[in-house]
């Protein structure tokens, strides 16, 4: 089955022409199928920044969960990582998930560390 590119209608392997808007199927579409395979593979390369931040502070957090700062930060860029991720389908979701849980865990820490 072929997908015209101009109005997604699915067209036989044998159509030249688009049953529904007379498009030219073929080579031309091949080629831009072939493209946004490559810019999806691209994308999804991309790590995002937010989430290699978070983790990278939650994993500091583990030896200086004593500058309140530092869990913090892991926290808010794991949020935003999450965000991020899940939006632009960048890799770096269990990334930004290790860092946010991290965060919390030794925000925990550092809280009870002050009340105690
Ligand atoms: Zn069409």
Redesign the pocket.
């Known amino acids: 089955m072929i997908q015209?590119?101009?109005?997604?209608?699915t067209?036989k392997d044998s159509d030249k022409?688009?049953?529904?808007?007379?498009?030219v199927?073929g080579d031309e579409l091949k080629n831009e199928k072939i493209y946004k395979k490559e810019d999806v593979v691209v994308i999804k390369e991309k790590k995002d920044g937010f989430a290699t931040a978070s983790v990278v502070l939650g994993i500091l957090s583990i030896f200086l969960w004593e500058f309140s700062i530092i869990p913090i930060l892991a926290i808010i860029f794991g949020i935003i990582g999450i965000k991020k991720t899940l939006k632009n389908e960048k890799i770096g979701l269990s990334s930004a998930i290790t860092g946010l849980i991290l965060g919390i865990l030794f925000l925990i820490v550092r809280i009870y560390n002050l009340y105690n």
């Open positions: 015209c590119k101009k109005c997604s209608t067209n022409f688009c049953q529904n808007c007379d498009a199927l």
